[in-house]
T-cell receptor
Framework: GAVVSQHPSWVICKSGTSVKIECRSL??????MFWYRQFPKQSLMLMAT?????????EQGVEKDKFLINHASLTLSTLTVTSAHPEDSSFYIC??????????FGSGTRLTVV | GENVEQHPSTLSVQEGDSAVIKCTYS??????FPWYKQELGKGPQLIID?????GEKKDQRIAVTLNKTAKHFSLHITETQPEDSAVYFC????????????FGTGTRLTVIP
């Protein structure tokens, strides 16, 4: 079945530094990838949609300069949280959409900014 | 845009009993309805999905029903087991291009041994 690898699974960083999260579709090509943020005991909040080779489309209220998304290939998208602050601490999840239109999720990245 | 509501927010059942989770959606153009199971600290996993051209779909102990007229769909889990305990999310989308999924608020299912 479709597998999406997300790394790292957890990261602790100092306030003001940047963190990069990778999302890879291992056995299929992803026409579109999505990035979500999830707060404890809440649903998934869509941050942005990215298509390979084009700029990401950000949801209202999501700062594109803070959450940099690069979808360099059909199997890799990255999310960089720039100048991280404690309020950026959260669970970040990516998903990749295959040609059959099904979204497969990564295992998530727990970011803690201290 | 699409609005997906999900009930109940929490559900406890005895092992072996059935569990039913219900969702409603607002956009009649939505035609794809997946259900995801999320265990603590992990990403959601697709457990079953249904498209608007069918009314019901089964996969072993899991079934989903769809009522397009009423704009609601439900997840049914029979013979529940402790390992079914997790948070379940319904979602809806228009299955074209890069349209994103709209998620419900989640149901925390606890199966009591």
């Amino acid at each position: 079945g479709a597998v999406v690898s997300q790394h790292p699974s957890w990261v602790i960083c100092k306030s003001g530094t940047s963190v990069k999260i990778e999302c890879r579709s291992l056995d299929f090509q992803a026409t579109t990838m999505f990035w979500y943020r999830q707060f404890p005991k809440q649903s998934l909040m869509l941050m942005a949609t990215s298509n390979e080779g084009s700029k990401a489309t950000y949801e209202q209220g999501v700062e594109k300069d803070k959450f940099l998304i690069n979808h360099a290939s059909l199997t890799l998208s990255t999310l960089t949280v720039t100048s991280a602050h404690p309020e950026d601490s959260s669970f970040y999840i990516c998903s990749a959409r295959g040609r059959q239109g099904v979204d497969t999720f990564g295992s998530g990245t727990r970011l803690t900014v201290v | 845009g699409e609005n997906v509501e999900q009930h109940p927010s929490t559900l406890s059942v005895q092992e072996g009993d059935s569990a039913v989770i219900k969702c409603t959606y607002s956009d009649s153009a939505s035609n794809y309805f997946p259900w995801y199971k999320q265990e603590l600290g992990k990403g959601p996993q697709l457990i079953i999905d249904i498209r608007s051209n069918v009314g019901e779909k089964k996969d072993q102990r899991i079934a989903v029903t769809l009522n397009k007229t009423a704009k609601h769909f439900s997840l049914h889990i029979t013979e529940t087991q402790p390992e079914d305990s997790a948070v379940y999310f319904c979602a809806a989308s228009i299955e074209t291009g890069a349209n994103n999924l709209f998620f419900g608020t989640g149901t925390r299912l606890t199966v009591i041994p």
